[in-house]
């Protein structure tokens, strides 16, 4: 699979558990950490659970794993699945409002995903 259809497959993913504000940033150029960050936000800690289930498992059908996991115990407010040069951070909204990842990176160029999400959901 390309960078491009694992990206469709992610945002997909989220988009079908009702991630909110899913974002994808392309960091290629800024860090040696991956390619691309795939950030977004549950309403709780079952359902930021429920969003990392939902990617690992549509990856896997792909025959794609995450190199590692974390956060993925009770009560965690901020996973993230490690897919080599994408890394998908899943955080609870108050987590994620208090690290803000997009602030951190502003100077990654946001990746175009409203012809991946459903039309009721593109904001």
Known sequence: MTQQEVLEVM?????SKRAENIQVLKVRDLTILGDYF?????TST???RTLADEVEFQLSQKGLEPLHREGRGNGSNWIVL?????IVHIFYKETRDFYQLERLWAD?????ITPW???ERVE
């Open 11 to 15: 945002v997909k993913a989220l988009d």
């Open 38 to 42: 795939i950030i977004a936000n549950g």
């Open 46 to 48: 079952t359902h930021t």
């Open 82 to 86: 490690d897919y080599a040069d994408m």
């Open 108 to 112: 990654a160029e946001e990746v175009d």
């Open 117 to 119: 999400l459903k039309p």
